[in-house]
């Protein structure tokens, strides 16, 4: 069983900065690569950045050149910086684990941003 445990959501003001982390517990056999998505209130959940087990990452065309994600193997944790924050930006941010059998969320972070 995978677990997946967002942190470092928050209030910010816009121009500002914030670090998620997501920490993983569990097996890592079939990993293929880990995620962030986003979902503010009524939208759909959009994938904003994922980096797989060999380092190459992929960026959402609204956060490139703003956000980087990387991911340290030894602990199994996955960050995203945030800069340059936009009121855009405000969405409960999920971390998630891509198997090649499945995938594992977890329970998200609140990100606002305020303008």
């Known amino acids: 069983q995978v677990q997946l445990e967002e942190s470092g959501g928050g209030l910010v003001q816009a121009g500002g900065s914030l670090r998620l982390s997501c920490s993983a517990s569990?097996?890592?056999?079939?990993?293929?690569?880990m995620a962030w998505s986003r979902q503010a209130p009524g939208k759909q959940r959009d994938l904003v950045a994922t980096i797989s087990t060999d380092g190459r990452t992929k960026y959402a065309d609204s956060v490139k050149g703003r956000f980087t994600i990387s991911r340290d193997s030894l602990t199994n944790t996955v960050y995203l910086q945030m800069n340059s924050l936009k009121p855009d930006d405000t969405a409960l941010y999920y971390c998630?684990?891509?198997?090649?059998?499945?995938?594992?969320w977890g329970q998200g972070t609140q990100v606002t941003v305020s303008s």
């Open positions: 569990g097996s890592i056999f079939g990993l293929d690569s």
């Open positions: 998630k684990a891509v198997y090649y059998y499945g995938d594992y």
